[in-house]
């Protein structure tokens, strides 16, 4: 049993505790929380400066595609970093093991306890099941070629189950509006089931998105139609938010959101990787149109970012915002614990084990560097 007390304690359900203790199991249980150290023996107490919180939640992530870090050159687009993509495939499967293991590490180290991953293969199923993290894993369909839906959707149900197999929690998602018809959207709403806690997908990344649907031309236009793109994508749907009314789900989280504007968001949930927003396409959300009980954060993949650290992210946020350090620790974990179904993580109520993190470079209430 330990009692962890530093400068302050975020237990992120109730305002921060100026010298806080924490009181947890030795599996990290949470046992208790004190508002005054002299409520504990001093001779328990172990002090720290700093702040300390519960570990961070990854709301996006695609960790099989760590082997591609590098590979990207920034600022170049989405549709220049997708050819990125398309060379996964070209590299031997002991490459893509060992970089899979080594981001996983680098998440622990940088204070990650929870992931939302995104797969297209199965890849990075051996080194989930060591149980080192939590994950949600989604099973991304995309499809532009109504010919080819029921095979992709077939391959998607063939990777979920493989990953429930192995005690996984998986549900089959859309990769985003403009690679999902119609009627594949129809068959991932109607496959959803009592183990499916979230749907979740990319939302307005790019310009060129909002183009497309908006004004049925572009970058994102000619680059469909030059994969013989059935035109059931764009035809009736005016806007990126129409795939809401497609799913009809109770629970969303739409990630990116980089070209949203206030008059899009919804009540949902929402997932912004900053770092990986500047990297493809050099910008950022404007962070004033969210709502702070429902706003995520995620590294997105190595491919897209040269490090998977929550922290890392938050700077940027902290920099672009006007949200404060409990609200930033919020958005960093509770509410991606919240929308993920982690129901063990994200703060320090009693009977949680949320990881504990130990932040210790501050200035007046700011986040200056990593743990």
Known sequence: MRFL?????FPLYIIPIKEGVLQISNDGQVIAIFKNRSEVPQAKLEIFEGIICPGFVNAHCHLELSHLKGNAEKGKGFLEFSNIIRERDSYIDTAKEQAIERAEQEMIANGIVGVGDICNTSDTLK????????YYNFIETFCVNVNKIDVIFNQAIELKNEFRAADQIASIVPHSL???PPVLMNKIKNAFDEKDELLTFHMQETKEENQLFENKKGDFFDWLNGMNATSSIWKDRNKSTDILQELGCKKVLLVHNTFAKKEDITDNY???CPKANLYIENDLPDYSIFDTDKLCVGTDSLASNDAL???DELLIIQNNSNFDLNTL???ACKNGAKALGFEQLGTFKKGKIPGVNLIKSLADNKITKLI
């Open 5 to 9: 007390t530093a400068d302050y304690l």
């Open 127 to 134: 080194q989930k099941q060591k149980e080192n993290l939590k």
């Open 178 to 180: 403009y690679s999902v």
């Open 270 to 272: 929402y997932c912004t």
């Open 309 to 311: 650290s929550i922290l």
């Open 329 to 331: 620790l919020k958005i």
